[in-house]
């Protein structure tokens, strides 16, 4: 076989090679589908599970818990009725530990968030709420003396259709050793920067700032304390004006103080609130600033 011979056959096998590679790899190359493009996965947001605050408080072997609890909707100091069976038995069970330990308090703490609206007449709506419990364990039989009330500021909480599922806790605690010490510091509080409300020509309402709210809930915690202590509420005014008239509008001034404690779970028959009307200023009517300073009530305690 002449060289240019062995190089034809050469050629030949290479062509053949070729053809048949391209017949069995390539000819499904028509066919093959298009790569598609990676999509991002939509992932669906998570909705966060409400909070939940139990029914539960113990000292030592004594315990009672129970996820059932007194609810509010937000931005509301009224629990939701009717309460369960649980709270119901739960409130029997600590009047019953109460009555036995008269050296115990149960320690009553609201939650509550900043975003809420507060329309109660206590600073925040986490004591506004804490004292809602109060009044129904005073109900329930429960002394005013062994229930100590507080609010505190819960951001974390997560509501459920509108409603803060039992934000309130329990603590049962030993009374304070100095418990005669703190009720003598908080009625020297008082006494020395006495809650006085500055009214608008004619007006007998006003809206307490968060200051004078702490002060009303300050009274309101030394006469729940104290059986025997009262307060007075006096009504004044300017000088414009009739006298017969200034005196029943210093009267509606005091009214309105009077409601506003009430409102802080305070009877009726603490309160004396009456009126001077014009009869007692402490700045002269000439000006208007003296004017304004006239048209107050002042509300001081009696120990």
Not at 56 to 67: Q, R
Not at 225 to 235: E, Q, W
Not at 262 to 281: F, H, L, V, Y
Request: charged share 20%.
């Amino acid at each position: 076989m002449t060289k240019t011979t062995t190089n034809l056959l050469l050629m030949l096998i290479t062509i053949l090679a070729g053809t048949y590679f391209y017949i069995t790899c390539c000819s499904s190359c028509g066919t093959m589908k298009k790569e598609e493009p990676l999509q991002e996965k939509v992932v669906a947001p998570v909705t966060p599970k409400h909070t939940s605050y139990p029914f539960a408080f113990s000292d030592g072997e004594y315990a009672y818990n129970e996820n059932d609890n007194y609810n509010f909707n937000v931005s509301s100091s009224s629990f939701l009725t009717p309460l369960s069976q649980k709270v119901i038995d739960g409130l029997a069970s600590l009047k019953t530990f109460l009555d036995e330990n008269t050296d115990k308090v149960i320690n009553v703490t609201g939650y509550y968030k900043s975003d809420e609206t507060n329309n109660s007449a206590f600073p925040n709506l986490g004591l506004a709420r804490a004292n809602a419990v109060k009044n129904h364990m005073l109900e329930n039989g429960i002394s005013s003396s062994q229930i100590n009330t507080m609010g505190e500021l819960m951001g974390t909480m997560i509501a459920k259709d509108n409603v803060y599922m039992g934000p309130v806790i329990y603590g049962i605690d030993a009374k304070a050793d100095n418990a005669e010490e703190e009720l003598q510091a908080l009625f020297d509080k008082i006494t020395s920067d006495p809650l006085v409300l500055y009214f608008e020509t004619n007006q007998a309402a006003i809206n307490l700032t968060a200051a004078q709210r702490q002060k009303v809930a300050d009274i309101s915690r030394y006469l729940d304390k104290v059986d025997v202590a009262t307060c007075s509420v006096i009504g004044h005014t300017d000088s414009v004006g009739p006298s017969a008239p200034n005196l029943r509008l210093g009267q509606e001034r005091a009214d309105f103080a009077k409601d506003y404690l009430i409102n802080n779970g305070i009877a009726s028959d603490r309160i004396n609130a009456t009126s001077k009307g014009e009869s007692q200023p402490i700045a002269s009517n000439t000006t208007k600033s003296g004017q304004a300073k006239n048209r107050r009530t002042v509300v001081t305690l009696n120990k």
